[in-house]
């Protein structure tokens, strides 16, 4: 089959690296994708928001199946818009649509859906501009740290953890009264702060059925040891050293299960993936957040240990077979790091020419935000410019090939964390 993935960023060059290896597979498009894409798959110069061309590709190309890879189209309605046209109604997509799209679309929505079902999570309330009084005077009694959450989509930074009052006051003026991050801050969540360690688990749904996908830890920060401002993402590791299989199964129980039957009850016809970002506090999981496509970087760890047939199990997912699917996983360790453009995550400049990449051994290097310059080279497009994957049969063997080949790639201006996975070496010491 044609198969059509939409995004331009590692989490769909991860998709498509995989895809472009099945059999099922017979020509493979992304729309945009990036430099990375173009040696597995055809680039189509479309924005993954630009629905009535991504309809007009599929149309021409014969496309049987679309892989949604960020949120943004997912919470804008693609899945709604192709269900509501007679002319794509043989085309399988893999995405929610908007109403399943709200549970992170939406930080109000999901903290009230897991209210609503019993599902483990931190207090919270919401407040609007209309309620600020009540809100600030809610912040001065609060206990510290404060969460303070834009409501909406904002790109992964819309999450500010307050250690002072005075500091998650300014936050909330700022976000309800000045417009921090746009119409995402028109509501906002403030929450109690859990101290645990995070991690994220992946769930894969045909509406009815579904498989979990090997766990993952990313890291945020842009400084070593966590320190300084949040990024869409540093580096991740799979598996997860403190995420054994007990944990495991109290996350299918006590979150995975209910989630799935609040989205039915809710009469939600939920198809793809959903990314629960959980706190593991002495045991015991609590979510922090729903995401409603894989996470990134974490994709570029997930991915790689995942044995199966990808397109094959895109393909049972779409058609509601997902019980069926034999999914097979890999013991090995996977560790990413990820090279950033100089100034990320505030001002960067783009256009920098990449060398090295050919001399990267036994490692996965999946682009980001990459592109062609007008020679042909390939530039860095982007914050995050590529993920490097080593995979290994310890986490030390892994960290080592990871780092060694972000040492080995070029450009002006790069930086990238050295400690990606060092705290879980240190886990169990």
């Known amino acids: 089959m044609n198969i059509l993935i939409l995004g331009s960023g590692g989490r769909e060059h991860a998709f498509a690296w995989k ?8 020509t493979l498009f992304m729309a945009p994708g990036n430099a990375g894409t173009a040696s597995v ?5 479309i924005s993954y928001n630009d629905f009535d061309s991504i309809a007009n590709a599929v149309i021409e190309n014969n496309i049987e199946l679309v892989i949604v890879g960020p949120e943004e189209p997912l919470v804008n309605g693609v899945v709604d818009y192709f269900n509501g046209r007679e002319d ?7 995405g929610p649509d908007k109403a399943g799209a709200q549970l992170e679309g939406s930080k109000d929505f999901s903290k009230q859906f897991m209210q609503k079902y019993g599902v483990p999570t931190a207090a919270s309330r919401t407040f609007t501009a209309e309620e600020l009084e009540i809100g600030l005077e809610y912040i001065e009694n609060h206990s510290l740290p404060i969460v303070l959450k834009a409501d909406g ?15 998650a006051i300014q936050a909330f ?13 028109n509501k906002v969540v403030i929450e109690q702060f859990l101290k645990g360690i995070e991690l994220s688990v992946f769930v894969l749904t045909d509406g009815e059925h579904y498989k979990i996908l090997p766990e993952a830890k990313d890291y945020k920060r842009i400084g070593e040891n966590d320190t300084g401002l949040n990024t869409g993402g540093m580096g991740a590791v799979s598996p997860v050293v403190f995420a054994d299989a007990n944990f ?33 506090i002495k045991g015991e999981p609590y979510v922090i957040e729903y995401n409603v496509r894989m996470g990134d970087p974490e994709t570029e760890v997930v991915i790689p240990r995942i044995q199966s047939d990808f397109a094959m199990l895109m393909a049972s997912t779409a058609k509601g077979t997902l019980q069926d699917f034999d999914l097979q996983i890999s013991p090995q360790v996977a560790v990413t790091t990820v090279v950033v453009s100089g100034g990320y995550p505030e001002d960067y400049e783009k256009g920098k020419v990449i060398s090295g990449t050919e001399k990267v051994e036994d490692v996965h290097v999946f682009h980001a935000g990459t592109t062609f310059n007008g020679n042909a080279e390939v530039v860095t497009n982007g914050g995050r410019v590529m993920a490097l994957t080593g995979l290994a049969n310890s986490l030390e063997n892994a960290v080592h090939k990871s780092q060694r080949a972000a040492q080995v790639v070029q450009y002006e201006g790069k930086y990238f964390r050295h400690d990606i996975g060092v705290d879980l070496i240190r886990y169990n010491d």
């Not at 794509?88 to 893999?94: G, S, T």
């Not at 003026?173 to 801050?185: I, V």
């Open 248 to 280: 495991i199964r109290k996350v299918e129980e006590k979150v995975v299960k209910p989630t799935l039957y609040g989205l039915q009850s809710e009469g939600i016809k939920y198809v793809g993936f959903i990314f629960i970002g959980l706190m593991n």
């Open 88 to 94: 794509l109604a043989k085309v399988r997509i893999i």
């Open 41 to 45: 798959a055809t680039n189509l110069s």
């Open 153 to 167: 989509l904002a790109a992964g930074k819309g999450v500010i953890i307050a250690e002072k009052h005075a500091d």
């Open 173 to 185: 003026r700022e976000m309800l009264l000045d417009g921090k991050f746009g119409k995402a801050g």
């Open 19 to 26: 895809i472009a290896q099945s059999p099922l597979c017979d």
